[in-house]
């Protein structure tokens, strides 16, 4: 069975920096991309970063140059540095994948999410 399991979420003040970490597990052939998403409360998803497998990252106008993506494929892990963090990034954050099977199977995925709260 493939998974993903995220890590990294915390509370930290505003202007701090925390890391998120989602590590694909499972009988994986390949993973095409990796996004990280967020939720807040009362408020739709959104994306906050993707990068494919080639290394090439976007960003959300409200994360950028503050937040960096970046992905080690021999760990089928992503990453998301989070710098200058904001009341306004409390969310949950979700990791995102469009991966393919040992069996050829293409599948997205979602981790389970993980709570980030910045304090003013």
């Known amino acids: 069975q493939v998974q993903l399991v995220e890590s990294g979420g915390g509370l930290v003040q505003a202007g701090g920096s925390l890391r998120l970490s989602c590590t694909a597990s499972g009988s994986i052939f390949s993973i095409n991309f990796m996004d990280w998403y967020r939720q807040a409360p009362g408020k739709q998803r959104e994306l906050v970063a993707a990068i494919r497998s080639g290394g090439s990252a976007n960003y959300a106008d409200s994360v950028k140059g503050r937040f960096t993506i970046s992905r080690d494929n021999a760990k089928n892990t992503v990453y998301l540095q989070m710098n200058s963090l904001k009341p306004e990034d409390t969310a949950v954050y979700y990791c995102?994948?469009?991966?393919?099977?040992?069996?050829?199977?293409?599948?997205?995925?979602w981790g389970q999410g993980t709570q980030v709260t910045v304090s003013s």
């Open positions: 995102n994948a469009l991966l393919i099977s040992t069996q050829g199977v293409w599948s997205t995925l």
